[in-house]
């Protein structure tokens, strides 16, 4: 029996994967994709996540990791633009999570790919090659659950994510260079920015009823992207350098709902609770998992205390980050947070600061 059996291996696992095999534990990390690949993800590391990446011995800037200084909200044919008020950079997953888990292996952490989980019973799991036993369990297999693990309660109302990285003009790149870009869309937003080799990514989430309004495809979904001002300027002559956008359905975002984490395996990142992605914290948070996970497995803590500690540094600001999407989906708040931020831009900078983990501290 291995110490640690750790279920997918995104930023949430190979963190912990990392730190439990350099403090000297046996870990097994197992992970259904046999390669590097892309995930449905905005692409903004924030300070926090930057922070833990360079503990954990990956520098997104070796990576061609891209600056991003400023904050712009747009809204219909109008823009406010702000600086942000911490460093973050623009990285897509593709070249993140392979450096992760890289960097997991390099640590000591056995690693096995292109295996999937389909079932976990207390401290075994089921596999497509077999099952394998943990004294530690961490499940860190992203947003939906496996079977046999508790599953979480889903929201009424969900979210749909999509996913395209765009090859830009010379002009829009300048346009963009060193911003993020929020567009508030009715039931939803985009995000866009650079990330490494002169790409942009464009990520939206659309609530799933907002989603079903324009037909529920993505041609639907394009056509009024087409038909929104800021991105229609920026994307008219940008080249899609995927065939057909990645999608995710079913996002529940939000705290974790009650009773959600009380078998004996550790839930870590996404598992655990997806905070609005609008904020930009769910990498922070899913390595913040990681580290703590990795905490209670070398001190021998249990799954209970593990996520007493996990709630204690993310719920403000997963409650923080929900409230703020919640809002910005009613077109009465939007408007009134729009001409609040262009009387008042800094108010922008207030928010990215207001929906930030607390800094790590070794003993806390
Ligand atoms: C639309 C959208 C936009 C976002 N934008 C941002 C952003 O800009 N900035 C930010 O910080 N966060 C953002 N997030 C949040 C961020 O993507 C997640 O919080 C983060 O990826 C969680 O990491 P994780 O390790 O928990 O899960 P994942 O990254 O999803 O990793 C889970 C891993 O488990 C593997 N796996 C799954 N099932 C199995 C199985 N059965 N067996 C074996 N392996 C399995 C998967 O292949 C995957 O590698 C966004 C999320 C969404 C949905």
């Known amino acids: 029996m291995t110490d640690a059996l750790i279920l997918g291996g995104g930023l949430a696992g190979s963190a912990a994967a990392c730190l439990i095999a350099r403090g000297g534990g046996d870990v097994l990390l197992l992970e259904r994709e046999t390669g590097a690949h892309h995930k449905v993800c905005g692409e903004f590391l924030s300070v926090e996540a930057v922070a833990h990446l360079r503990q954990l ?9 891209v600056p991003i200084q400023r904050m712009r909200l747009v809204w219909g044919d109008r823009a406010v633009e702000t600086a942000l008020p911490f460093a973050a950079l623009g990285l897509s997953r593709h070249a993140l999570d392979e450096a992760l888990i890289g960097r997991a292996a390099a640590s000591g952490a056995r690693i096995e790919r292109g295996v999937r989980v389909t079932g976990l019973d207390g401290h075994t799991a089921r596999t ?26 889903r929201i009424a109302n969900g979210h749909v994510g999509f996913k395209m990285h765009y090859r830009l003009s010379p002009a829009a790149m300048q346009h963009l260079a060193g911003a993020i870009v929020l567009v508030l869309l009715e039931g939803g937003y985009a995000g866009l920015q650079l990330i490494e080799d ?52 079913n996002l529940s975002y939000g705290p974790p709902p009650r009773g959600h984490a009380t078998g004996t395996a550790m839930l870590l990142g996404d598992r655990w609770a997806m905070t609005p992605s609008l904020t930009g914290d769910g990498m922070a948070i899913a390595l913040r998992s990681g580290f703590l996970a990795a ?21 403000r600001q997963i409650i923080r980050a929900t409230v703020l999407q919640n809002g910005l989906e009613s077109p009465a708040f939007r408007r009134a947070a729009y001409w609040l931020a262009r009387m008042h831009a800094p108010v922008l900078a207030y928010a990215a600061r207001a929906t930030r983990l607390p800094d790590w501290r070794e003993n806390a």
């Open 57 to 65: 011995g990956v520098e997104p800037l070796d990576l061609g990791a």
């Open 128 to 153: 497509s090659v077999g099952e394998h036993h943990g004294r530690h369990v961490l499940v860190a297999t992203g947003k939906l659950p496996i079977r046999g693990e508790r599953p979480a309660a």
């Open 295 to 315: 905490r209670c497995v070398l001190a021998g803590r249990d799954a209970g205390t593990y996520h007493r500690l996990l709630a204690g540094q993310t719920g």
């Open 198 to 249: 002169g790409r942009a990514n464009l990520c939206l989430v659309l609530r799933a009823d907002a989603f079903a309004q324009l037909g529920g495809d993505w041609q639907g979904v394009r056509a009024w992207l087409e038909g929104t001002g800021f991105l229609q300027r920026v994307l008219a002559d940008a080249q899609p350098l995927f065939e057909r956008p990645l999608a995710i359905a």
